[in-house]
């Protein structure tokens, strides 16, 4: 579905107007899209029971650009073997270099 109708259903909500087919156009034609029926008739489908505030609540309150930037145990201990490996190959180097 296209991103600019879920935009506009964000926005007319938002904004505390209905979310109907002739806002939806609305919206679109103001920033100077064409709308589709077969889309505003997905996405109106698609937000059958849905409650927007609700939504809005749970996804602001998940804390996932902390969670994607804080590494995981498992990247820190891959980390940790790629620095490990290294050092090996390092010492692999420099002990044929010398004949050891």
Do not use: C, R
Not at 63 to 74: E, G, I, K, L, N
């Amino acid at each position: 579905m296209g991103m600019e109708y879920v935009y506009a259903v964000w926005l007319l909500h938002e904004a505390k107007q209905e979310i109907n087919a002739d806002n939806i156009k609305k919206v679109l034609s103001s920033v100077g899209l064409e709308s589709n029926e077969a889309m505003i008739n997905a996405i109106l489908a698609s937000l059958q029971g849905v409650d927007l505030e609700k939504v809005k609540e749970e996804a602001l309150s998940t804390p996932s650009v902390a969670v994607a930037q804080a590494p995981t145990q498992a990247q820190e201990k891959k980390e940790e073997k790629k620095e490990e490996k290294k050092e090996e190959q390092a010492l692999e180097g420099l002990s044929s270099l010398f004949g050891f």
